[in-house]
Nanobody, 119 residues
């Protein structure tokens, strides 16, 4: 499975951006999709996650501002970001978890897309 993220760019504080991640390949074993971000000098952190049952979780720092959504055919996951703040500046990565049975599992990562928020 390959993931291709897009939608990053420069936006003013308070603005919005929508990140998209297109997945290709055999997505049948995927059970969760997520977005992570990594700011300069900081560790990568989970921003938002959605499972194959539709439940979602968000980092406290983005709750109420970001919304994750998964495509109906498991081949896309978007992140709608609103009320952006300068501290949201980071490289954003999409990721998908896969599982086969109870003992085989792993993760697929896409390349990052840069989000810059100007104050």
């Amino acid at each position: 499975v390959q993931l291709q993220a897009s939608g990053g760019g420069v936006v003013q504080a308070g603005g919005s951006l929508r990140l998209s991640c297109a997945l290709s390949g055999n997505t049948r074993s995927l059970n969760a999709w997520s977005w992570h971000r990594q700011a300069p000098g900081k560790q990568r952190e989970l921003v938002a996650l959605v499972t194959n049952t539709g439940s979602s979780n968000y980092a406290d720092t983005v709750k109420g501002r970001f919304t994750i959504s998964r495509g109906a055919y498991r081949n896309s996951v978007d992140l709608q970001m609103t009320s952006l703040k300068p501290e949201d500046r980071a490289d954003y990565y999409c990721e998908a978890d896969w599982a086969l049975g109870v003992s085989l599992h792993g993760r697929y990562w896409g390349k990052g897309t840069l989000v810059t928020v100007s104050s």
